[in-house]
C-alpha cells in the first residue's frame, strides 16, 4: 500500500547503512518516500516490496522486481534488497520472506530468482546457501545467486 512508503523508506536505509558496513554499498541514499510511493505504487509499478512483520511490527523486507528472457521466453524474479532487523535475524524472518518471493516466482511462470549479496556479509552468504541458492558468479564484491522455481 501507499501508505507503506516510509516504512519502505526507513527499511532502504537501513539496508544501506548495511551494505555500507559490508563494504557493498558506498553512496547515499538518494529515494525519498515520495520517490517511493511513485515508482512502487504509481502506474506503471516498477518494482514491488514484501514487509515481515512479526507480532504487529514490520521487522524487515525484500524488494523485487522481474525480468525477461527473450530466449527463454519467460520471466524471472530479481531480488533487490533483502533485509531483516538485527536483533530478529536467525528468528526465520529472512527464510520465510524468500520462501514466499519463490512462491511468488513460481506462480508467474520465472525461471528462477537472482540476486546479489556483498562478499563482506559472510552470514548472509552462508543463509542463501543454506536455503538452497547456487552460487552463479564469485566476483570481487559480489556473489551472484540464483535459485530454481518449482516451475523451472
Same mark, same amino acid.
Given at each position: 500500500?501507499?501508505?507503506?512508503?516510509?516504512?519502505?523508506?526507513?527499511?532502504?536505509?537501513?539496508?544501506?547503512?548495511?551494505?555500507?558496513?559490508?563494504?557493498?554499498?558506498?553512496? $547515499?541514499?538518494? $529515494?525519498?518516500?515520495?520517490?517511493?510511493?511513485? $515508482?512502487?505504487?504509481?502506474?506503471?509499478?516498477?518494482?514491488?516490496?514484501?514487509?515481515?512483520?512479526?507480532?504487529?511490527? +514490520?521487522?524487515?523486507?525484500?524488494?523485487?522486481?522481474?525480468?525477461?528472457?527473450?530466449?527463454?521466453?519467460?520471466?524471472?524474479?530479481?531480488?533487490?534488497?533483502?533485509?531483516?532487523?538485527?536483533? +530478529?535475524?536467525?528468528?526465520?524472518?529472512?527464510?520465510?520472506?524468500?520462501?514466499?518471493?519463490?512462491?511468488?516466482?513460481?506462480?508467474?511462470?520465472? !525461471?528462477?530468482?537472482?540476486?546479489?549479496?556483498? +562478499?563482506?556479509?559472510?552470514?548472509?552468504?552462508?543463509?542463501?546457501?543454506?536455503?538452497?541458492? $547456487?552460487?552463479?558468479?564469485?566476483?570481487?564484491?559480489? +556473489?551472484?545467486?540464483?535459485?530454481? !522455481?518449482?516451475?523451472?
Amino acid at each position: 500500500m501507499v501508505s507503506d512508503a516510509p516504512v519502505l523508506h526507513g527499511y532502504l536505509a537501513k539496508k544501506a547503512d548495511f551494505d555500507r558496513s559490508t563494504g557493498g554499498f558506498s553512496g $547515499t541514499l538518494a $529515494t525519498t518516500p515520495a520517490r517511493i510511493a511513485a $515508482t512502487l505504487f504509481g502506474e506503471p509499478a516498477f518494482a514491488r516490496a514484501l514487509l515481515a512483520e512479526r507480532r504487529g511490527v +514490520v521487522h524487515g523486507f525484500a524488494l523485487y522486481y522481474f525480468r525477461y528472457s527473450s530466449f527463454a521466453g519467460r520471466p524471472s524474479l530479481w531480488l533487490d534488497d533483502l533485509y531483516v532487523d538485527a536483533e +530478529v535475524r536467525s528468528l526465520g524472518i529472512g527464510a520465510r520472506l524468500l520462501a514466499r518471493l519463490g512462491e511468488i516466482a513460481a506462480a508467474h511462470g520465472c !525461471t528462477h530468482l537472482g540476486w546479489t549479496a556483498s +562478499v563482506g556479509n559472510p552470514r548472509g552468504i552462508a543463509f542463501y546457501e543454506r536455503a538452497g541458492a $547456487t552460487i552463479v558468479d564469485r566476483g570481487e564484491l559480489r +556473489v551472484t545467486f540464483r535459485l530454481a !522455481t518449482e516451475l523451472a
